[in-house]
Nanobody, 126 residues
Framework: QVQLVQSGGGLVQAGGSLRLSCVASGRTFSRLAMGWFRQAPGKEREFVAAISGTGGRTLYADSVRGRFTISRDNAKNTVYLQMNSMKPEDTAAYYC???????????????????WGQGTQVTVSS
């Protein structure tokens, strides 16, 4: 089992920045690919960003590329999502997820992630 505990999030004005964190426990962190997903009210969950176990591979949704950065600190068992130049359409509940099966890659498919964080709300005001 992998436990994921998220922190960060909140309310920010358009153009501002926020950083989300997700601490993992229960498995060797470097053997987990990690991803961030989000879900807005009335919408399906969508992929945001992913990173391989070593951090050597990253993947971004087109909607956030160039504004968001995913990173990880394997010594702290933590994955981060730095969100800059935020837009109202970034408003959603954000979830981190862990994939122990494909730790060498980074996937944008939610059904490939076995463990999920509790979610944290991000609201961007215009």
């Amino acid at each position: 089992q992998v436990q994921l505990v998220q922190s960060g999030g909140g309310l920010v004005q358009a153009g501002g920045s926020l950083r989300l964190s997700c601490v993992a426990s229960g498995r060797t962190f470097s053997r987990l690919a990690m991803g961030w997903f989000r879900q807005a009210p009335g919408k399906e969950r969508e992929f945001v960003a992913a990173i391989s176990g070593t951090g050597g591979r990253t993947l971004y949704a087109d909607s956030v590329r160039g504004r968001f950065t995913i990173s990880r600190d394997n010594a702290k068992n933590t994955v981060y999502l730095q969100m800059n130049s935020m837009k109202p359409e970034d408003t959603a509940a954000y979830y981190c997820a862990a994939d122990p099966g494909r730790w060498a890659t980074a996937s944008d498919k939610g059904n490939e992630y076995d463990f999920w964080g509790q979610g944290t709300q991000v609201t961007v005001s215009s």
